[in-house]
T-cell receptor, first 113, second 110 residues
Framework: EPEVTQTPSHQVTQMGQEVILRCVPI?????FYWYRQILGQKVEFLVS????????KSEIFDDQFSVERPDGSNFTLKIRSTKLEDSAMYFC???????????FGPGTRLLVL | SQQGEEDPQALSIQEGENATMNCSYK?????LQWYRQNSGRGLVHLIL?????REKHSGRLRVTLDTSKKSSSLLITASRAADTASYFC??????????FGTGTRLTVIP
């Protein structure tokens, strides 16, 4: 069964460094999302992406964040200058349509020191 | 905020018993989805119920939706130890983004 994959599974970085989190959505999906979950808290929406542009973004998704679909398969989240409070599990998700089931990847656990 | 809020926050039952989790939300929705998360792991989609549906089944799962009360429930019948996990409801509105609740932590005791 097709699934969303994410790399790396864990990443440790120093505050102020740039990180790129990678996702490979399910191949026939057209809608892509990033969510994050700070330890012990609820899953929060960051950004949605469709037709090579951002559809929606939350207040969390400030200028330090960017997304890209550099080729036909990868979907990346970049944090330009990480802060301690960026430490969280980051989930990628994809869907065939915006109103349909979103399938989540296993997540990347980011730790900013 | 339109996030779903689950109730109870934690639930502990014996294997074989049924588990019921409730979710309330605040705004109109396109659909409501239930997800499961094992500790520290990814989110597994369980079931999607649309705003014009009232009940849906999938295996041992039964989901109801009452849009007049802005609430949904997830029933797991004949629970198993492997059902131990956190369960989240997530609502989808016009923006098609998922808004998650805080989750119910279910423990099934063998």
């Amino acid at each position: 069964e097709p699934e969303v994959t994410q790399t790396p599974s864990h990443q440790v970085t120093q505050m102020g460094q740039e990180v790129i989190l990678r996702c490979v959505p399910i191949s026939n999906h057209l809608y892509f999302y990033w969510y994050r979950q700070i330890l012990g808290q609820k899953v929060e929406f960051l950004v949605s992406f469709y037709n090579n542009e951002i559809s929606e973004k939350s207040e969390i998704f400030d200028d330090q964040f960017s997304v890209e679909r550099p080729d036909g398969s990868n979907f990346t989240l970049k944090i330009r200058s990480t802060k301690l409070e960026d430490s969280a599990m980051y989930f990628c998700a994809s869907a065939t349509r915006g109103t349909e089931t979103q399938y989540f990847g296993p997540g990347t656990r980011l730790l900013v020191l | 905020s339109q996030q779903g809020e689950e109730d109870p926050q934690a639930l502990s039952i014996q294997e074989g018993e049924n588990a019921t989790m409730n979710c309330s939300y605040k705004t109109s929705i396109n659909n409501l989805q239930w997800y499961r998360q094992n500790s520290g792991r990814g989110l597994v989609h369980l079931i999607l119920i649309r705003s014009n549906e009232r009940e849906k089944h999938s295996g041992r799962l039964r989901v109801t939706l009452d849009t007049s009360k802005k609430s949904s429930s997830l029933l797991i019948t004949a629970s198993r130890a492997a059902d131990t996990a956190s369960y989240f409801c997530a609502t989808v509105s016009g923006a098609n983004n998922l808004f998650f609740g805080t989750g119910t932590r279910l423990t099934v005791i063998p």
